[in-house]
């Protein structure tokens, strides 16, 4: 059993409210559309065929009016030949095609308001579907999303890139540790020698004091 009954049924159909209710929205979209673009091949089927049928009501009509046409050009040809006999015959015959013109063109008019009746439901049925492949395309995109990232959860190992990070800190520490021996080892080596220079500075001081004692002393 199809999802739709009647045409009204699609029309009148909530796409959003059927797929909510389902057990599996993919398939029936699916479900949806298919059976939508069949409805469609239908009422386009049966426009065509009204369509034939305006053709053959149209040619049969200008068919029926030319006929009166003709009766009516004999009776005015019978009357400018004094022929009233022949006049009234005539004008019997071309009241004869009016019934039969009346009937097609009572035809032609249901033809046509069936067939504007189908343009509008065309419209709306094509306006449905358009939606439907809408939900569609919005369902396979969430699918694709959904397949992606499940993807990406099995193939990937979240606990062996937590471990890697943790062992890049731990030698990140390490490096720092050296970095900060190394700057330690230039400090102490800067004093030292800092010291080394003072040291030679006082020397010299001492020195001088001790020949400016020797002078003294001597002098004296």
Known sequence: MGTFSRLTDIINANINSLL??????EKM???????MEETLVEVRTSAAKQIAEKKTLTRQ????????????????LAINKGRDDLARQA???????????????????QVEELLESIQTDSNRLQEKLNEAKQRQEA??????????????????KFE????????????????DGLEAQVEAYDLTEAKTLESQFQALEAEESIEQELQAMKKNVVNA
């Open 139 to 156: 369902c396979v995109k969430r699918q694709q999303t959904a397949e992606v990232r499940l993807k990406v959860r099995e193939t990937v």
């Open 61 to 76: 009509l200008r068919a029926q009016t030319d006929k009166a046409a003709q009766w009516q050009e004999k009776a005015e």
């Open 91 to 109: 004008l019997l015959a071309k009241q004869q095609c009016q019934p039969v013109i009346t009937d097609i063109e009572a035809q032609l008019l």
């Open 160 to 175: 062996q890139i937590d471990d890697a990070i943790l062992r890049f800190e731990k030698f990140q520490q390490k490096v």
């Open 29 to 35: 979209i699916r479900l949806i559309i298919q059976e």
């Open 20 to 25: 909510d209710k389902a057990e599996n929205p």
